[in-house]
Every structure is written in structure tokens, then in C-alpha cells.
């Protein structure tokens, strides 16, 4: 009776399963940070109210039995513990401290290159690129919205000896600390910093970032997979904190610290005495430093640290994706993909952040054109983080019922406008700029207002999807299925992106300005005629900004999706949970 109790038990367990991976890459508005950047919070699996269930329902059916307490597991070890709460959470983590340290420290070398690449389109912006020239650089971004192409034979092949996780690890990070070396003693040639005085190589940028952000994006897909299964059951649930603390730090380390220590305005102004033209790091001095942490630290990880399976024998995280082939694991996105109401799904995910493009994209590198110091732009992000972490679990009262995508549609058009204020504001900000350059505290103050603002409307189109794709994924692929709409949904944030910035000066008329009688000697709309006029001593000014063109254009579309994809969007919470299962 006792053996048929427990398997109905964790029968009931396996049905009530939700997803156990989410490859979450939530957006948040970071244009202070670049166009692109990639997310910094995911859930991991954890132990859910079923599990805990199924334990509390074991633990009793021990005690009837010897009339003892059973063994300190879980929750119910924690209330049944003596002594304070550090006492408590000493004994829990007992074991996995070292895990849960690696963890913390994989998560954070992994933000590094992350946050330095969103730097970069700052950096460029300060060197005078054209908006095309961003463009071409927004493609390094990409692999790390494509990743789940290449996870599932990051998932199925490895090394036996070496272990599943450290077959890609190892070589991932020693690739990464490599191309950092390399790039930091070509570093100033591509930037445009050599003595011959030409310009940023903004292709070979790209091409080199590019298979940088293709290894961080894969060896975040074998950290989130050893992080299932590195600690030990109880403790799991700590691998989605080790996620946003250490990326975060990683992140915050790549970009705000390396712009703060490489503008000379914030040394000038907040670490040395004696002011000088340029920082105390340059970009050549931190990729190289990074690198060579990246290859000793690897080289550590590789000698010392034993590759364990914590979840090896456990039914409760017993999967039909776990043994899954690389082949297998292609089908079933094919047969996922195939759904009808995924492909309406997919439709909204590819074509709905078009609204916002010009907006994500460019009011950064607007600011940066107007004379906003980057490690100013960048810092903004400190203030921000409290809006980032709160706003989550304040929207999540609200995307828990049955229809979540509710909150979307409201908060739709909220964003919209959000991007008109934006706009206003860039129109607004160089009217307070001082005669040496510099912008009062107020006009920085307005734009952390704003940009939090612009946060509500964010995080709640993404905390209300992630909602609606925990109820549609279905549960016994919950995974597979997950990863798949969030790739789809990043992927539908990065080409618009790409494309305002690739058409962005097309839209500008410049015209050339005789100083003094208002003259107009002709258009300098591209780079060329813009030095010429110049190099003659006229002024190239901006008749047309593509900026304002583009918002406009976008925000109108905007409009025109949200009033022809409205009822289509709430007629999905509708559908037959059982029309979204891709294994009935």
C-alpha cells in the first residue's frame, strides 16, 4: 500500500509538472547601454509546490510508521532546524558552497563580454560613425538570440571523461580569453586610435565581436545546463540567484565600470587631481586584462573542479527531453513550430516590437551625438536596477489569471507614447547644454525619470508574455518549448533594431551653411560631403533629423499593429490549453 502511495504520488507529481527551463532573455530599456543587450535574469528549475508535496507526504507516511521525525530534507528540515536563520542557511547551503561560488563566478566572466560589447556602439557613436555603420555592428548581437540552434547538440554531444558540461565549457572560455588577447593588441587600429588617423574599422569590429558573443552565448547555454545540476536537489533553486547576481555584476563590470574608467571627463572629475585628455583604462587595457582571467581561471576550473550529477536517479527531474538526440531534439522544434496557434504566436512575437526600434535603437546613440558623456549615459543604469528588480513582481499580480496577455495590450500603446516622450525630450535636451559642453543634473534627472517610466511599459509586454508562455508551453517538452518562443521573441526585438539603424541615414537632410549669411551652398548628407563642407570652414547642419522620421514612421505602425493584432492577441488566451501540446 505504502509502495502504491508513493507512486500515485509522484504520478501526480510528473502530471503537474510546469517548464523546467526557461532560457528567459527578458528586454529592459537600456539605450544608455547601447541598443542591444542582452538579459540578464532566468528561471532555472526548481523544486516546485509539487515536489514539496510529494515530500511532506512521504515525511509523514516515516513517521507513522517508527514514530520518529524523518530526515532533515527541504522545507520541512528548515522549520524542524533550531537556531537563528544564518544557522539555517549555513546548514541548507552545506555542500554546495563551492558550486554555488563557481556559479556565481562563470555567471559573472560570461556578463563581461556581454557588457562590453553593448559599450561598444557608444564608443563608436563618440568616434562619429554613421547610423549604417552602427548597423553592421548590431549583427554581433544576434547569436545570442539565435542560440537555440545550436543548443540542442550543445545539450547531446560531449566528452564522457571530460563531462557533459565542461566539454563546451572549457574550450568555450579558453576560445573567449584568446580572442580578447588578440583583440586588445588590435584594438586601437580597429578603433580608429593609430597615429595614421583613420577611422573605426566597424566591419572587422563586428566580425570580431561577433564569434565572441557566439561563444558567450554557448557557454551560457552549458552554465545553465551544469547549473541543473551542480547542487544538490534541495539547493537548485539557487541557480536562477547565482544567474542575475553574477551576470549582472558581469555585465555592470563590462559596462558601466569600463566606460566610467575610460571617459577622462569621470576621472577628471571623480578620481584624479590633475586633469588629462584621456582615461585610466583604455578598451586595449581591459580586454587584455579579462582575457588572461578568462584563461587562468578556466585553467582552474579544468584541474580542480569535478564534473557531479546531482540529478542522476532523481524521478523528479525525469524528462522526456533529457535523453533526447540531437535529431529528436530538431524534430520536436518542427513539430512545435508546426502548431497552428504557435504560427499566429509566432506572427506577433516577429513583427510586434517594430513599434519601438527607432526608439530601443537610436535614443542612445542620440544622447552620445549631443555631447551626453558616455560613463554619464552608462551610470544611469545604477538607478535604474531598483526599477528593474521590483517591477517584475509587482506586474506578476497582475499577469496571474487566466488572461495575461491583458496586461500586454494595455501597456502596448503606453509604450508607444513612451517613445514620443523620448523623442521630445532629445529635442528638448540641447537647449540646457553650458557653454563648456557639459549638461546641467537636472536634464540627467529628467532622463532617469523618463527612462524608468519607459521601464513600466517594458517589463510588463515581457513579465505578461512570459506569463502566457507558461501556460500555453506544454509541460512534458516545457524546456524546448519555452527556449523556442523566447528565441522567437528576442529575435523579433533585434532586426527591427538592425533595420532603422541600416535605413537611419536616409532619412537625414544635412544641409551646408555659410557661417554668418545663412547661405545654402548645397546638401552634405553623406560622410564625405559633411568633411568637405567642413574642411572649408562651413557648418553641415541637420535640416531633417532621421531620428524623429523614424519614431514617427514607427510609432504610426505601431498603432496600425496594435488596433489590426488586438483581438487576435486576446482571442489566443482563449484557445484550448490542449491546442498548444505538441506530444497529446
Known amino acids: 500500500m505504502d509502495g502504491d502511495l508513493t507512486r500515485r504520488t509522484r504520478s501526480r507529481q510528473r502530471s503537474l509538472r510546469s517548464s523546467d527551463l526557461m532560457a528567459a532573455e527578458p528586454e529592459f530599456a537600456t539605450m544608455d547601454s547601447g541598443p542591444h543587450v542582452p538579459s540578464l535574469y532566468r528561471s532555472k528549475r526548481r523544486p516546485n509546490r509539487g515536489q514539496e508535496a510529494e515530500e511532506a507526504l512521504l515525511g509523514e507516511e516515516e513517521e507513522m510508521e517508527d514514530g520518529t521525525l524523518p530526515r532533515s530534507t527541504g522545507r520541512d528540515s528548515s522549520v524542524r532546524r533550531r537556531g537563528n536563520w544564518w544557522q539555517s542557511w549555513q546548514e541548507d547551503l552545506r555542500g554546495d558552497f563551492s558550486s554555488i561560488f563557481l556559479l556565481l563566478f562563470l555567471y559573472l566572466l560570461q556578463g563581461i ?37 545550436w543548443a540542442p547538440i550543445v545539450d547531446s554531444c560531449f566528452i564522457q571523461r571530460l563531462g557533459r558540461r565542461k566539454s563546451w565549457l572549457v574550450p568555450t572560455q579558453y576560445l573567449i580569453g584568446i580572442f580578447m588577447l588578440v583583440l586588445s593588441s588590435q584594438v586601437t587600429y580597429i578603433l580608429g586610435d593609430s597615429e595614421d588617423g583613420s577611422g573605426p574599422n566597424v566591419t572587422f569590429l563586428m566580425l570580431i565581436f561577433l564569434p565572441l558573443n557566439f561563444l558567450a552565448a554557448t557557454q551560457d547555454i552549458a552554465v545553465d545546463g551544469w547549473a541543473l545540476t551542480i547542487l544538490s536537489r534541495k539547493n537548485v533553486g539557487y541557480a536562477s540567484t547565482c544567474n542575475a547576481v553574477g551576470q549582472t555584476a558581469g555585465f555592470f563590470l563590462g559596462n558601466v565600470v569600463f566606460l566610467s574608467l575610460e571617459s577622462a571627463e569621470f576621472c577628471n572629475s571623480y578620481i584624479r587631481t590633475h586633469p588629462q585628455p584621456y582615461g585610466i583604462v583604455t578598451l586595449a587595457d581591459f580586454v587584455y586584462f579579462w582575457g588572461w582571467i578568462f584563461m587562468i581561471t578556466t585553467t582552474l576550473v579544468l584541474v580542480f573542479k569535478h564534473e557531479v550529477d546531482h540529478s542522476v536517479g532523481d524521478s523528479n527531474y525525469a524528462d522526456n527531453e533529457g535523453d533526447m538526440g540531437v535529431v529528436d531534439a530538431y524534430k520536436l522544434l518542427y513539430t512545435i513550430m508546426k502548431l497552428k496557434p504557435v504560427l499566429i504566436l509566432v506572427v506577433i512575437l516577429l513583427t510586434g516590437k517594430l513599434a519601438f526600434a527607432a526608439t530601443d535603437g537610436m535614443t542612445g546613440l542620440k544622447l552620445i551625438e ?65 557653454e563648456n559642453g557639459s549638461y ?79 547661405e545654402w551652398l548645397g ?30 514612421i514607427c510609432s504610426v505602425l505601431g498603432f496600425l499593429w496594435w488596433k489590426l493584432m488586438y483581438r487576435r492577441i486576446n482571442r489566443l488566451q482563449d484557445i484550448d490549453r490542449r491546442e498548444w501540446s505538441c506530444m497529446k
Not at 116 to 138: D, E, G, K, N
Not at 425 to 431: A, D, G, H
Open 370 to 434: 549631443m555631447g551626453v558623456p558616455k560613463a554619464e549615459l552608462a551610470s544611469m543604469g545604477l538607478f535604474l536596477t531598483p526599477v528593474q528588480v521590483l517591477l517584475p513582481w509587482l506586474i506578476g499580480r497582475y499577469t496571474a489569471g487566466p488572461k495575461p496577455l491583458n496586461v500586454y495590450l494595455r501597456a502596448y500603446p503606453y509604450r508607444i507614447i513612451m517613445g514620443a516622450v523620448f523623442a521630445v525630450l532629445i529635442w528638448w535636451t540641447p537647449s540646457f547644454k553650458t
Open 523 to 552: 546638401a552634405c548628407n553623406t560622410k564625405e560631403l559633411e568633411e568637405s563642407c567642413t574642411a572649408a570652414g562651413n557648418v553641415c547642419s541637420t535640416s531633417i533629423d532621421s531620428y524623429y522620421v523614424l519614431v514617427t
Open 113 to 149: 563580454p556581454l557588457g562590453l560589447i553593448a559599450s561598444i556602439p557608444l564608443v563608436l557613436q563618440s568616434r562619429h560613425v554613421t547610423y549604417a555603420q552602427q548597423a553592421i555592428f548590431s549583427l554581433a548581437y544576434w547569436p545570442f538570440s539565435l542560440k537555440l540552434f
Open 440 to 518: 546641467s543634473k537636472m536634464v540627467y534627472v529628467v532622463w532617469v525619470v523618463a527612462y524608468a517610466l519607459h521601464q513600466v511599459a517594458t517589463y510588463s509586454i515581457f513579465v505578461s508574455m512570459m506569463a502566457f508562455y507558461a501556460q500555453i508551453s506544454d509541460p512534458k517538452v516545457g524546456g524546448t518549448y519555452m527556449t523556442l518562443l523566447n528565441t522567437l521573441n528576442n529575435l523579433g526585438g533585434n532586426w527591427p533594431v538592425t533595420l532603422m539603424l541600416s535605413i537611419a541615414d536616409y532619412f537625414n537632410w544635412k544641409g551646408c551653411i555659410k557661417p554668418g549669411s545663412e
